[in-house]
Protein backbone atom coordinates (compact mmCIF):
# COMPACT_ATOMS: atom_id res chain seq x y z
CA UNK A 1 0.00 0.00 0.00
CA UNK A 2 1.23 3.34 -0.54
CA UNK A 3 2.10 5.45 2.27
CA UNK A 4 1.64 9.23 2.31
CA UNK A 5 3.05 11.45 5.47
CA UNK A 6 1.15 14.58 5.31
CA UNK A 7 2.04 17.53 7.94
CA UNK A 8 -0.14 20.23 7.44
CA UNK A 9 0.16 23.57 9.54
CA UNK A 10 -2.92 26.58 8.99
CA UNK A 11 -3.30 29.55 10.86
CA UNK A 12 -6.33 30.67 9.26
CA UNK A 13 -7.45 34.93 9.50
CA UNK A 14 -10.52 34.13 10.53
CA UNK A 15 -11.71 37.12 10.59
CA UNK A 16 -11.74 37.15 7.31
CA UNK A 17 -14.96 35.18 7.30
CA UNK A 18 -17.16 38.13 8.77
CA UNK A 19 -19.35 36.30 11.61
CA UNK A 20 -16.99 33.43 10.49
CA UNK A 21 -19.04 32.35 7.24
CA UNK A 22 -17.21 31.59 4.02
CA UNK A 23 -18.49 32.56 1.04
CA UNK A 24 -17.83 30.47 -2.16
CA UNK A 25 -16.61 31.35 -5.51
CA UNK A 26 -14.98 29.81 -8.65
CA UNK A 27 -11.91 32.12 -7.89
CA UNK A 28 -10.90 30.36 -4.43
CA UNK A 29 -12.70 26.96 -4.22
CA UNK A 30 -10.70 25.39 -7.59
CA UNK A 31 -13.19 23.99 -10.51
CA UNK A 32 -14.09 20.72 -8.91
CA UNK A 33 -15.39 22.45 -5.62
CA UNK A 34 -17.25 24.94 -8.12
CA UNK A 35 -18.62 22.12 -10.04
CA UNK A 36 -19.54 20.81 -7.12
CA UNK A 37 -21.63 23.48 -5.18
CA UNK A 38 -23.37 26.93 -7.01
CA UNK A 39 -24.11 30.53 -6.01
CA UNK A 40 -23.14 31.34 -2.31
CA UNK A 41 -22.15 28.48 -0.06
CA UNK A 42 -21.84 28.76 3.87
CA UNK A 43 -19.19 26.44 4.66
CA UNK A 44 -19.30 27.05 8.66
CA UNK A 45 -21.78 28.31 10.68
CA UNK A 46 -21.95 30.83 13.81
CA UNK A 47 -21.77 27.63 15.81
CA UNK A 48 -18.89 25.86 14.47
CA UNK A 49 -17.01 28.97 15.70
CA UNK A 50 -18.34 29.54 19.25
CA UNK A 51 -17.09 29.58 22.55
CA UNK A 52 -18.71 28.02 25.51
CA UNK A 53 -15.72 26.96 27.40
CA UNK A 54 -16.73 30.36 29.40
CA UNK A 55 -20.61 28.63 29.96
CA UNK A 56 -21.92 27.40 32.60
CA UNK A 57 -22.19 23.97 31.60
CA UNK A 58 -25.71 21.66 31.59
CA UNK A 59 -24.24 18.95 32.85
CA UNK A 60 -20.70 17.43 33.46
CA UNK A 61 -19.08 14.33 33.03
CA UNK A 62 -16.17 13.03 35.13
CA UNK A 63 -13.87 10.27 33.79
CA UNK A 64 -11.95 7.71 36.53
CA UNK A 65 -10.59 4.34 35.72
CA UNK A 66 -12.94 2.42 33.69
CA UNK A 67 -16.66 4.54 34.37
CA UNK A 68 -17.80 7.95 33.63
CA UNK A 69 -20.58 9.67 35.34
CA UNK A 70 -22.80 12.64 34.10
CA UNK A 71 -24.11 15.15 36.64
CA UNK A 72 -27.65 15.12 35.28
CA UNK A 73 -29.76 12.00 34.44
CA UNK A 74 -32.39 13.57 32.36
CA UNK A 75 -29.35 14.18 29.99
CA UNK A 76 -27.88 11.38 29.54
CA UNK A 77 -26.58 7.96 31.63
CA UNK A 78 -23.20 7.27 33.43
CA UNK A 79 -20.86 3.82 33.27
CA UNK A 80 -18.77 2.00 31.18
CA UNK A 81 -20.37 4.46 28.35
CA UNK A 82 -21.50 7.42 29.21
CA UNK A 83 -24.28 8.45 26.87
CA UNK A 84 -25.75 11.66 25.74
CA UNK A 85 -29.35 12.51 25.14
CA UNK A 86 -30.10 15.99 24.81
CA UNK A 87 -28.57 18.96 23.32
CA UNK A 88 -26.36 21.26 25.71
CA UNK A 89 -22.99 22.02 27.01
CA UNK A 90 -21.07 19.12 28.58
CA UNK A 91 -17.79 19.73 30.52
CA UNK A 92 -15.61 16.64 30.50
CA UNK A 93 -12.69 16.01 32.81
CA UNK A 94 -10.50 13.18 34.35
CA UNK A 95 -8.52 10.00 32.53
CA UNK A 96 -10.40 6.58 31.83
CA UNK A 97 -9.73 3.46 30.07
CA UNK A 98 -12.00 1.75 28.01
CA UNK A 99 -14.58 4.56 28.40
CA UNK A 100 -16.51 5.77 25.20
CA UNK A 101 -18.57 8.85 25.42
CA UNK A 102 -21.52 8.21 23.18
CA UNK A 103 -24.19 11.11 21.71
CA UNK A 104 -27.29 9.97 20.72
CA UNK A 105 -29.97 12.62 20.28
CA UNK A 106 -32.51 10.81 18.33
CA UNK A 107 -34.80 14.07 18.62
CA UNK A 108 -31.47 16.09 17.13
CA UNK A 109 -32.72 18.46 19.33
CA UNK A 110 -29.92 21.14 18.40
CA UNK A 111 -25.63 21.91 19.22
CA UNK A 112 -24.25 19.41 21.75
CA UNK A 113 -20.70 20.69 23.00
CA UNK A 114 -17.88 18.64 24.28
CA UNK A 115 -15.53 20.05 26.07
CA UNK A 116 -12.65 18.44 26.56
CA UNK A 117 -10.90 19.81 29.80
CA UNK A 118 -7.79 18.01 30.62
CA UNK A 119 -9.06 14.85 29.45
CA UNK A 120 -7.26 11.88 28.81
CA UNK A 121 -9.33 8.66 27.47
CA UNK A 122 -7.56 5.56 26.03
CA UNK A 123 -9.66 2.77 24.51
CA UNK A 124 -8.51 -0.99 22.99
CA UNK A 125 -12.38 -1.63 22.23
CA UNK A 126 -14.01 1.45 21.02
CA UNK A 127 -13.57 4.83 19.72
CA UNK A 128 -13.33 7.16 22.64
CA UNK A 129 -16.52 9.07 21.40
CA UNK A 130 -19.26 8.01 19.47
CA UNK A 131 -22.08 10.27 17.77
CA UNK A 132 -24.80 7.90 16.72
CA UNK A 133 -27.39 10.19 16.09
CA UNK A 134 -27.12 14.52 16.69
CA UNK A 135 -28.22 18.00 15.12
CA UNK A 136 -24.89 18.97 15.49
CA UNK A 137 -21.65 17.68 17.57
CA UNK A 138 -18.66 20.29 18.40
CA UNK A 139 -15.86 18.96 20.61
CA UNK A 140 -14.36 22.07 22.29
CA UNK A 141 -10.67 21.46 23.30
CA UNK A 142 -9.75 23.52 26.58
CA UNK A 143 -6.08 22.58 27.91
CA UNK A 144 -4.42 19.65 26.84
CA UNK A 145 -6.34 16.42 25.94
CA UNK A 146 -5.46 13.13 24.56
CA UNK A 147 -7.10 10.01 22.90
CA UNK A 148 -5.57 6.96 22.55
CA UNK A 149 -7.63 4.32 20.41
CA UNK A 150 -5.56 1.18 20.13
CA UNK A 151 -8.26 -1.45 18.38
CA UNK A 152 -7.44 -2.51 14.75
CA UNK A 153 -10.44 -4.62 14.10
CA UNK A 154 -13.39 -2.36 15.15
CA UNK A 155 -16.08 -1.75 12.81
CA UNK A 156 -16.01 1.90 14.57
CA UNK A 157 -12.77 2.40 13.10
CA UNK A 158 -12.02 6.12 14.33
CA UNK A 159 -10.80 7.88 17.62
CA UNK A 160 -14.22 9.59 17.32
CA UNK A 161 -16.22 8.24 14.93
CA UNK A 162 -19.40 10.35 13.98
CA UNK A 163 -22.64 9.74 11.81
CA UNK A 164 -23.53 12.96 11.43
CA UNK A 165 -22.16 16.54 11.27
CA UNK A 166 -18.97 16.92 13.71
CA UNK A 167 -16.90 19.93 14.41
CA UNK A 168 -13.38 20.51 16.48
CA UNK A 169 -12.48 23.72 17.58
CA UNK A 170 -11.38 25.54 21.17
CA UNK A 171 -8.38 27.55 22.20
CA UNK A 172 -6.40 23.99 23.61
CA UNK A 173 -4.88 21.18 22.64
CA UNK A 174 -6.27 17.77 20.86
CA UNK A 175 -3.55 14.70 20.63
CA UNK A 176 -5.21 11.14 19.13
CA UNK A 177 -2.73 7.97 18.49
CA UNK A 178 -4.91 5.25 16.75
CA UNK A 179 -4.50 1.87 15.17
CA UNK A 180 -7.12 2.87 12.83
CA UNK A 181 -8.32 6.02 11.47
CA UNK A 182 -8.25 9.28 13.78
CA UNK A 183 -11.49 10.94 12.98
CA UNK A 184 -14.32 9.62 10.96
CA UNK A 185 -17.11 11.57 9.74
CA UNK A 186 -20.15 10.02 8.05
CA UNK A 187 -21.15 13.46 6.92
CA UNK A 188 -18.96 16.85 7.51
CA UNK A 189 -16.27 17.07 9.21
CA UNK A 190 -14.91 20.54 10.36
CA UNK A 191 -11.81 21.63 12.53
CA UNK A 192 -12.18 25.66 13.39
CA UNK A 193 -9.68 26.17 16.21
CA UNK A 194 -7.49 23.78 18.60
CA UNK A 195 -3.77 22.36 18.01
CA UNK A 196 -4.75 18.75 16.64
CA UNK A 197 -2.32 16.29 16.42
CA UNK A 198 -2.79 12.96 15.04
CA UNK A 199 -0.93 9.78 14.43
CA UNK A 200 -2.69 7.13 13.06
CA UNK A 201 -1.80 3.64 11.21
CA UNK A 202 -4.81 4.66 8.38
CA UNK A 203 -6.37 7.88 7.69
CA UNK A 204 -5.92 11.01 9.67
CA UNK A 205 -9.66 12.33 8.98
CA UNK A 206 -11.87 10.68 6.86
CA UNK A 207 -15.27 11.91 6.03
CA UNK A 208 -17.66 11.05 3.43
CA UNK A 209 -19.32 14.70 2.46
CA UNK A 210 -16.48 17.00 3.02
CA UNK A 211 -13.50 17.89 5.35
CA UNK A 212 -13.68 21.66 6.04
CA UNK A 213 -10.70 23.42 7.59
CA UNK A 214 -11.19 27.14 8.34
CA UNK A 215 -8.94 27.40 11.78
CA UNK A 216 -6.23 26.00 14.34
CA UNK A 217 -3.34 23.89 13.35
CA UNK A 218 -3.04 20.36 12.48
CA UNK A 219 -0.25 18.06 12.23
CA UNK A 220 -0.61 14.84 10.43
CA UNK A 221 1.41 11.86 10.60
CA UNK A 222 -0.19 8.58 8.84
CA UNK A 223 0.14 5.36 6.94
CA UNK A 224 -2.15 6.27 4.69
CA UNK A 225 -3.86 9.09 3.11
CA UNK A 226 -3.65 12.37 5.82
CA UNK A 227 -7.22 13.62 4.80
CA UNK A 228 -9.51 11.77 2.83
CA UNK A 229 -12.82 12.39 1.49
CA UNK A 230 -14.91 9.76 -0.45
CA UNK A 231 -18.33 10.06 -0.82
CA UNK A 232 -20.54 7.46 -2.99
CA UNK A 233 -22.25 10.21 -4.86
CA UNK A 234 -19.11 11.21 -6.11
CA UNK A 235 -20.03 15.40 -4.61
CA UNK A 236 -17.43 15.00 -1.76
CA UNK A 237 -14.75 18.10 -1.16
CA UNK A 238 -12.04 19.50 0.59
CA UNK A 239 -12.33 23.17 1.59
CA UNK A 240 -9.84 25.63 3.62
CA UNK A 241 -9.91 28.76 4.08
CA UNK A 242 -6.86 31.34 3.48
Same mark, same amino acid.
Given at each position: ?????????????? $? !???? #???? #?????????????? +??????? %???????????????????????? @????????? +??????????? *??? *??? =?????? &????????????? !?????????? %??????????????????? #???????? %? @? =????????? =?????????????? &????? /?? &??????????????? !??TSSIGIKANDS???? #??????? +?? /??????? =??????? $?????
Open positions: MKKRILALCLAAVI $F !LFAV #GCGK #GSSSNTGSVLADIV +SGDVEYF %SDGDFKDVSGETPNATITLSGSEG @TISDTTRGS +SGETVTITAKG *IYR *ITG =SSENVT &ITVNDSKESGNIY !LVLDGVTMKN %SSAPCIVVEAADKVIVQCV #GDNSLTYT %S @T =SSELDGAIY =SSDDITVNGSGSLV &ISSAL /HG &IVGKDDVKITGAAIS !LNVRIG #GGELNIV +SS /HDGIQVD =SDEGTGY $FYMSD
